[in-house]
C-alpha cells in the first residue's frame, strides 16, 4: 500500500510537471492575440489618419482648382470687354453693347462706371430671361483737351463695370435688388473706354454705328403704340362696337317712322 501512495504521488507530481508548460503556453497565447489585435487597431487607426489626410488634402486641393477656374459668366457681351466711342471734344458721344443673358435662368444686371458725372447708361440695368437679349446705350461727355493737346484716340481712365444676379421670374428690376443681396451678386466684365476717329474708316467704327442703330430702332418700337385690334376708344373713353352703332341706328330709324306714322 505504501509503494501505491508513493507511485500515485510520483504520478501526480509528474502530471503536474507537463501540466505547466501547457498552462504557460496557454497565457503566451492569449499574450500573443491581446498583443496582435492591439497592433490591428493601431494599423487601422493610422490607416483611417491617413485615409483622413488623404481625403481633407484632396478637398483642399479640389477647392484650391475650383478657385483657380475662370468664373461661369451668365452674360454674354458683345463687345466683350471694350466701350468704343467717337472722339468728339466737347459734345455728348453714345457707345452701345449687346448683352446676352446666356444661363438657364433670369438674370438681373446693372451697369457701374467710374465717371458717374459724365456718364449714364440707357437702360441702366433691367432683367432678362434665358435667352433673352437688348443692346444697352452708353451716353459719355468727352471733356476738352487742356493746352490743345492732341487727342490719344486709344486712352481714357473711364471704366465701365457690369454686375449680375440671379433672380426669379415674376421680379421687377430696381436698383435696390443688388443692395439688399449683395453676397449674390458677380462682376461679369470690365469695360474700358476706348476713343475711335470718327472721320477714319475701320471694323470697329463700322460695327458701332449698326449697333446704335438697332438700339434706336428697338427704342423706336418699344415707344409706338400697339395695334389697337379689339373695340374703338371714341372720346372720353366711349366704347362703342360695331353691334352697338347698328342697334343705335336701328332705333332712330324706329322713332323716325313713329313720327311719320303719327
Excluded at 457707345?95 to 443673358?101: D, E, G, Q, R
Excluded at 437688348?134 to 486712352?155: D, G, S
Amino acid at each position: 500500500m505504501a509503494i501505491a501512495d508513493r507511485k500515485s504521488a510520483s504520478d501526480s507530481k509528474g502530471w503536474g510537471f507537463f501540466k505547466l508548460p501547457f498552462r504557460q503556453s496557454g497565457n503566451s497565447s492569449n499574450t500573443t492575440s491581446t498583443s496582435s489585435s492591439a497592433s490591428h487597431q493601431h494599423q487601422n487607426q493610422s490607416n483611417q489618419q491617413v485615409e483622413g489626410s488623404k481625403t481633407h488634402g484632396s478637398s483642399s486641393v479640389s477647392s484650391v482648382a475650383r478657385s483657380l477656374l475662370p468664373k461661369r459668366r451668365r452674360l454674354k457681351l458683345d463687345p466683350a470687354n471694350k466701350l468704343y466711342f467717337p472722339y468728339e471734344a466737347g459734345k455728348q458721344v453714345r457707345s452701345a453693347i449687346k448683352i446676352k443673358n446666356t444661363s438657364k435662368s433670369h438674370v438681373a444686371f446693372k451697369f457701374q462706371t467710374t465717371a458717374p458725372k459724365s456718364c449714364f447708361m440707357r437702360p441702366p440695368g433691367a432683367i432678362l430671361a434665358p435667352g433673352e437679349s437688348l443692346i444697352a446705350t452708353v451716353f459719355k461727355f468727352v471733356e476738352l483737351p487742356e493746352n490743345n493737346e492732341k487727342p490719344m484716340y486709344q486712352k481714357s481712365r473711364d471704366k465701365f463695370k457690369i454686375i449680375s444676379m440671379k433672380v426669379k421670374a415674376d421680379v421687377d428690376y430696381v436698383p435696390e435688388l443688388f443692395d439688399e443681396q449683395k453676397d449674390q451678386t458677380a462682376a461679369e466684365q470690365i469695360l474700358r473706354v476706348v476713343f475711335l476717329n470718327p472721320e477714319r474708316p475701320e471694323p470697329a467704327l463700322e460695327k458701332l454705328k449698326r449697333q446704335l442703330a438697332d438700339a434706336d430702332a428697338a427704342v423706336a418700337a418699344r415707344k409706338k403704340p400697339p395695334e389697337d385690334t379689339g373695340p374703338r376708344i371714341i372720346g372720353e373713353g366711349l366704347v362703342i362696337d360695331e353691334w352697338k352703332e347698328r342697334r343705335e341706328r336701328y332705333l332712330a330709324r324706329q322713332q323716325v317712322e313713329g313720327v311719320d306714322s303719327v
